[in-house]
């Protein structure tokens, strides 16, 4: 969860966004906390697996930059790049 807070903590142009998607954003992160709390509590590998593909469905949907953004990151982590501060993805 460490990793999602620090996704967080990513500066935002205060211009680009109101109070409402503030207040919407900060619901979203609490709800998405609490979401990754109960899925750790699950005991079966198999149950974990399913549900984070279906939290993964459930959020890419269509959106094509969503899916694009997905793969990226996942082929960074795949070939080990999260951790090397000299690449950019």
Do not use: C, N, W
């Amino acid at each position: 969860m460490d990793e999602f807070e620090e996704i967080m903590e990513i500066e935002i142009d205060e211009e680009e966004f109101d109070e409402e998607d503030d207040a919407r954003l900060a619901e979203i992160y609490s709800l998405a906390v609490k979401l990754l709390e109960h899925l750790d509590r699950l005991r079966s590998q198999e149950l974990k697996e399913a549900t984070s593909l279906m939290i993964i469905r459930e959020i890419l949907a269509d959106d094509e930059i969503l899916i694009g953004l997905a793969t990226k990151m996942l082929q960074d982590l795949i070939l080990g790049y999260e951790d090397d501060p000299k690449y950019s993805s």
